[in-house]
């Protein structure tokens, strides 16, 4: 699959099969790390999005801030900002990244039991070892 496909999954061609087209295997299908040594450095943006269910009255006790232990969401917010810059200790080859902006946002839908989780995390300098793409 191409970066092309990503952006349009109606594609009809078939996804690789074989190592050679997964970064962080060699020709044997052992795991290496990407050498980035030759990369330049680069500034880039990601985008995640995710929502968490739950009951609409604890929805609204969350969005009036009346929950007996105190903010949820500003502690979510914390939580968030920290697991990010913690991002290559969580995720296994991950190049060490200088994190220069984290923004969460929540959009709270009490109707339907939802929050909305964006994050949008940028880097300014540093090398990386992924290739960009955008999901379907």
Same mark, same amino acid.
Request: with cysteine.
């Given at each position: ?27 044997? /299908?052992? %795991?290496? *790390?990407?050498?980035? &040594?030759? !990369?330049?450095?680069? @500034? ?5 999005? /995710?929502? %968490?269910? *739950?009951?609409?009255? &604890?929805? !609204?006790?969350?969005? @009036? ?72």
């Amino acid at each position: 699959m191409t970066t092309e496909d990503f952006n349009h999954p109606e594609s009809e061609q078939e996804e690789p099969t074989t190592v050679q087209h997964l970064t962080h295997l060699d020709e044997h /299908g052992h %795991i290496h *790390m990407v050498d980035v &040594t030759e !990369r330049p450095e680069t @500034t880039r943006e990601a985008i995640a999005r /995710g929502r %968490i269910r *739950m009951a609409p009255e &604890t929805v !609204r006790l969350i969005a @009036t801030n009346q929950i007996t232990k105190g903010s949820v969401l500003e502690v979510a917010k914390i939580a968030g900002i920290m697991a990010a810059k913690q991002t290559p200790q969580i995720i296994p080859l991950c190049h060490p990244l200088p994190m220069t902006h984290i923004d969460i946002q929540f959009t709270l839908d009490s109707r339907e039991g939802l929050i909305h989780i964006e994050d949008v995390a940028q880097k300014s300098g540093g090398k990386s070892g992924t290739v960009s793409f955008q999901p379907p």
